[in-house]
């Protein structure tokens, strides 16, 4: 089975999931393989908008059914904690609407939200309407610079040897970079 037919086959699951996980770089990969033709568009900012959200709402109610367990309180320690209530306390709504954008909230902020007393209906509408902008937005940079990076990548003409060899180093460094910083954290 060649590669374009299990992303035709699975990438808007793979996209979902992606755009839950990672965030940004999935979404606009997705964008880049909708120029390609591998899915359609729509399709690529639906499962985005999709994966973002349930992401989203998952990490809010862990802030608001576990206050107390260790998850809720080892984000609680990090210093992006106490800036996400900030600022979710001078524009409850408009903060709700734009973490997903700021680089650092993402994951920290409906953690944060959730600890706090906002109604859940309001974080749902105002989180699906973000998702769905942040899917469109991400979305669309990569399907608008889709042919650019075609054309970046006919000229590099990659073998087989040299995209496992760049691969195998990214794993391998962000293995080491997770590992030293376990290693100095304990």
């Given at each position: 089975?060649?590669?374009?037919?299990?992303?035709?086959?699975?990438?808007?699951?793979a996209?979902?999931?992606?755009?839950?996980?990672?965030?940004?770089?999935?979404?606009?990969?997705?964008?880049?393989?909708?120029?390609?033709?591998l899915f359609p568009l729509p399709g690529a900012m639906i499962a985005a908008a999709?994966?973002?959200?349930?992401?989203?709402?998952?990490?809010f109610l862990i802030g608001r059914r576990f206050h107390d367990h260790r998850i809720v309180r080892k984000a609680h320690q990090k210093p992006a904690f106490?800036?996400?209530i900030g600022f979710f306390h001078r524009h409850p709504i408009g903060f709700i609407f734009a973490f997903r954008f700021i680089y650092?909230?993402?994951?920290?902020?409906?953690?944060?939200?959730?600890?706090?007393?906002?109604?859940a209906r309001l974080f749902v509408l105002v989180n699906?309407?973000?998702?769905?902008?942040?899917g469109i937005t991400f979305s669309t940079i990569g399907y608008a610079f889709g042919r650019s990076f075609e054309q970046l990548l006919g000229r590099l003409q990659p073998d087989t040897h040299?995209?496992?060899?760049?691969l195998a180093g990214v794993v391998v460094a962000t293995g080491l970079f997770f590992g030293?910083?376990?290693?100095?954290k304990a």
């Open positions: 089975m060649t590669i374009e037919a299990i992303v035709a086959k699975y990438g808007l699951a996209l979902l999931l992606g755009a839950g996980l990672e965030g940004e770089t999935v979404v606009v990969a997705g964008g880049i393989l909708s120029h390609r033709g999709v994966g973002s959200f349930v992401a989203d709402q998952i990490w106490a800036k996400a650092g909230f993402r994951t920290i902020s409906p953690i944060a939200i959730g600890t706090t007393d906002v109604a699906l309407v973000s998702a769905i902008v942040w040299t995209v496992v060899a760049v030293i910083r376990y290693w100095r």
